[in-house]
Structure formats: C-alpha cells, structure tokens
C-alpha cells in the first residue's frame, strides 16, 4: 500500500531552538497532508492542512508563526517547531491521502515524530 | 462536547473473547466513519470504515446508526495481538479534508 514516511521518529532538543520535521510520500504524490499533534492520553488534534504550492490552513488556536509548514512539492511536507518550549513537547505525525477527494480516499500515516523539549 | 467520544477503557479480556466499544459523535452531519488502530507508540492505522448497513471484515464488525449519532466496533475471538487503542475518526462535514479522532479506547487481551 501507500507509504508515508517521516523524520526523523525522535528528536530531543534544548528550549528555544528550532525543529523541522519532514514527511514524505514515498510512493504516490500527495497535493494535501495534514499535520497533528497527539499529548499522551489524549486525541490527535490536527494541527494544520498542508497543501502543495500554496500556504498552508491552520486549525483555530494554532500558531502558524510558531508551526512553519512547508509544502514546496507534491512528495514532501515539513514542518518547522520555532523557538520551541517544554510545552511543545508531543508526538507530531503527518498523513496524507492518497486520492484528492471523495469518500475514498484512505489518509496513511507517516510513523510520527516524538518531539521531546528540554 | 467533545465532537467525538470514547469510553477510555482499559478494556482487559481474555483471549476468545468477544468485545464492543462505543463511540458517539455530536455533529449530525458528519459524513464518514472510521475505525482506526493504534498501537503505543505509533502512528494510527485504518481498521475499517463503517457504512451506514454495517459491515464486516473478518472478526471484526462495524455498525453506524446516524439517529443515534453513534458507531460501534465488535471484535469476535480476540486475539493477543489486538490489544491497541481503537479510535472512532468522524469526517465532521462534507468532502474527505479534516477528521476528527474521539481519544480512543484501549483494549488489552490477556492469555
């Protein structure tokens, strides 16, 4: 089946500085991928809705200075953590779908991201 | 409200043993139903969608009543390797661009 695969699966770093998460469809090309985030115990939240070419939509409550999404070709999506906090910390995963649009269309997740904010 | 809500569990059962959980969904014109697993640590991953005359795959079965505004999802003969989160995903509107995860319910099948 459709793959997605992200980068990097854990990454541990200092308050304050910047994190880019990449999330790439290996195998089919993704004109839309979606962003969530997942604190433990809790839902997915999505975060944002990347689109290729174009800026990305952010979901009511999320800093879109603070999560850069960049979605500069139709296999690849990124997302940038600035000046990241402790409360930043979470479990970021990127899906994408594999067809544009009808009921059909299975959205695969990539692997998902453990950000973990010191 | 929360758009979409699971009981927690942890559900604990035995191998063999038949479970259901619950889901319910507060927007009425939600479009699409699914089931996703999900196993600690990982990412989430389609178990099945759910249609309107409920349908099944293998040992697991899936039922929506729309006036209820609630799915559910039954597993027959669990097996160890089932225990995962389950979570309900609702498509709260029209077209496929946004869903929505109930926080989902854990299930741990024991020997």
């Known amino acids: 089946g459709a793959v997605v695969s992200q980068h990097p699966s854990w990454v541990i770093c200092k308050s304050g500085t910047s994190v880019k998460i990449e999330c790439r469809s290996l195998d089919f090309q993704a004109t839309t991928m979606f962003w969530y985030r997942q604190f433990p115990k809790q839902s997915l939240m999505l975060m944002a809705t990347?689109?290729?070419?174009?800026?990305?939509?952010?979901e009511q409550g999320v800093e879109k200075d603070k999560f850069l999404i960049n979605h500069a070709s139709l296999t690849l999506s990124t997302l940038t953590v600035t000046s990241a906090h402790p409360e930043d910390s979470s479990f970021y995963i990127c899906?994408?779908?594999?067809?544009?649009?009808?009921?059909?269309?299975?959205?695969?997740f990539g692997e998902g991201s453990r950000l973990t904010v010191l | 409200r929360k758009e979409v809500e699971q009981d927690p569990g942890p559900f604990n059962v035995p191998e063999g043993a038949t479970v259901a959980f619950n889901c319910t969904y507060s927007n009425s014109a939600s479009q699409s139903f699914f089931w996703y697993r999900q196993d600690c640590r990982k990412e989430p991953k389609l178990l099945m969608s759910v249609y309107s005359s409920g349908n099944e795959d293998g040992r697991f079965t899936a039922q929506l009543n729309r006036a209820s505004q609630y799915i559910s999802l039954l597993i027959r003969d669990s097996k160890l390797s089932d225990s995962a989160t389950y979570l309900c995903?609702?498509?709260?509107?029209?077209?496929?661009?946004?869903?929505?995860f109930g926080t989902g319910t854990r299930l741990l099948v024991s020997p």
């Open positions: 899906s994408a779908r594999l067809l544009p649009d009808g009921l059909t269309g299975e959205l695969f």
């Open positions: 995903v609702v498509t709260p509107g029209t077209g496929f661009q946004k869903l929505v």
């Open positions: 990347s689109n290729e070419g174009s800026k990305a939509t952010y």
